[in-house]
């Protein structure tokens, strides 16, 4: 459980900051009953990785991979943004800019309202052609017409999620870098911080002199060099955080919204 000086000390570091990162991971919307890759009851415990998230995996069984995201998209579509959600919401009444960095192909930082959301691993509600080179578009059925879905020039749609071995969109990758850079705190939130390139971001924000506020109930690689580790369930402490940094400023999270 986070303690109540760590609270402090992070209200203190986000005080003077302008621009602030909020950069998520899957423990973000654990809160909201999805679940995380790795760690107990993870993911990648009961499923491979090489199956489910790699073009490898996909171009072997295509089935397989759809049923698995079809099923992540019939559950996305019943849960609701948990309060920690909203408190990276309110945080932009307290600051010049909030920027969230996430690692996560749930929307739900969208849909609780966040105004400036970059998604580096993609989106599990847009789909694009696996044998042609197009752009993603919005696909939001469920249950999906037929599984594998079908493009209209006969190869099959993939998720538009970034499996291993792909890189990131390069204007995604260029843009969360240079918020990263330039921000004066950074929120790490709910990641175990291994996959790259985007566990290189908090060390970025780190270089570029960013305060870095960890929020994960276990340690990961970012403890090490965070200024302060919230050991705590981003559902649970992210309001809590939120509503003193707001009320030290002088702003009620009611009117911040
Ligand atoms: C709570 C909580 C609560 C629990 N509150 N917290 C350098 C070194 C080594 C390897 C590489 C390297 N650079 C690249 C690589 C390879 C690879 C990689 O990083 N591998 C490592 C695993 C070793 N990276 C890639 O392949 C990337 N591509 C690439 O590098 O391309 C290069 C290239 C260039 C040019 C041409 C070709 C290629 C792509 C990575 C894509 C990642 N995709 C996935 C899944 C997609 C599948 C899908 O969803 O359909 O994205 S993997 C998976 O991990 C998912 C996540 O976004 C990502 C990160 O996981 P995250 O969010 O951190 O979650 P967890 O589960 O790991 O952690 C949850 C945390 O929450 C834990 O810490 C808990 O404690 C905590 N928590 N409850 C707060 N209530």
């Not at 000390?9 to 973000?28: D, N």
């Not at 918020?179 to 908090?202: E, F, Q, R």
């Not at 780190?206 to 302060?228: C, H, L, R, W």
Request: proline fraction near 7%; aromatic fraction near 6%; hydrophobic fraction near 40%.
């Amino acid at each position: 459980m986070a303690m109540e000086g760590d609270i402090e000390r992070a209200v203190e570091l986000l005080m003077p900051a302008r621009q602030v990162v909020a950069f998520t991971g899957a423990g973000m919307s654990k809160g909201c009953g999805v679940e995380t890759f790795r760690g107990k009851g993870g993911i990648w415990e009961r499923f491979n990785a090489e199956d489910l998230a790699t073009m490898e995996g996909f171009l072997r069984d295509p089935e397989l991979v759809w049923r698995w995201n079809e099923k992540r998209r019939s559950h996305i579509q019943t849960i609701e943004p948990h309060p920690g959600y909203k408190a990276i919401v309110d945080l932009e009444g307290g600051v010049d800019e909030v920027v969230v960095v996430t690692q996560n192909i749930d929307g739900l930082h969208e849909r609780s309202g966040s105004h400036r959301v970059i998604e580096l691993h993609g989106n599990v509600w847009k789909v694009r052609c696996a044998a042609e080179e197009n752009e993603p578009w919005v696909d939001l059925r469920v249950p999906l017409p037929e599984i594998p879905p079908r493009c209209e020039c006969g190869g099959f749609l993939r998720p538009h999620v970034v499996w291993f071995g792909e890189p990131l969109e390069r204007r995604v990758i260029l843009e969360a870098t240079a918020v990263s850079d330039s921000c004066n705190a950074m929120l790490v939130i709910g990641t175990s911080a291994v996959v790259y390139p985007a566990a290189g971001l908090p060390l970025v924000a780190k270089q570029g002199g960013a305060a870095i506020i960890e929020v994960n109930p276990e340690v990961t690689p970012v403890s090490e060099y965070a200024d302060v580790s919230l050991y705590a369930p981003a559902e649970e402490v992210l309001p809590e955080l939120v509503d003193l940094f707001l009320e030290r400023k002088g702003i009620g999270a009611e009117s911040a919204e």
